[in-house]
């Protein structure tokens, strides 16, 4: 099996504030981030897709006691999306004091950007990842 998308596909897109996702030819479902089969059916008859990078949190936690190698970072949110297309995706929430949410934040509508953070000992290089902003 090959992959239709590859993580450093991914990840470059995201650099970009471009969300890619696979969808499946089987059962139409949106996979993010990339998988070798369909996340619903595992078929791994698969195109590439852009998402819209829109969506509503539906959860969120803020970490106070970060891991090892973020602890400049700390505090900071975390929201789990679901997003416009169907899928869930995990990331930052930036713009916000994270000190200061309540579950009010919860249903609010978001716009995904990206963040990178530098390489540490536990990685083989930069991370980047999906950052989502407050609509207004």
């Not at 089969?37 to 897709?49: A, F, M």
């Not at 995990?90 to 713009?95: A, R, S, T, V, Y």
Request: proline share 7%.
């Amino acid at each position: 099996m090959e992959h239709k998308l590859t993580f450093k596909d991914y990840t470059e897109a995201l650099k970009e504030d471009r969300l890619l996702g696979l969808k499946c030819h089987q059962c139409d479902a949106i996979t993010v981030p990339p998988r070798i089969t369909c996340s619903k059916c595992q078929s791994p008859e698969l195109e590439v897709v852009q998402l819209s990078g829109k969506g509503t949190i539906q959860t969120f936690t803020t970490i106070y006691v970060p891991p090892e190698g973020r602890e400049a970072e700390a505090p900071y949110t975390v929201v789990l999306v679901e997003l416009d297309e169907g899928p869930w995706l995990m990331g930052n929430l930036g713009g916000v004091d994270p000190t200061k949410l309540t579950m009010d934040i919860i249903g609010k509508r978001v716009k995904m950007g990206h963040a990178v953070s530098p390489g540490d000992k536990f990685s083989a290089g930069e991370l980047v990842r999906p950052l989502f902003y407050l609509e207004s």
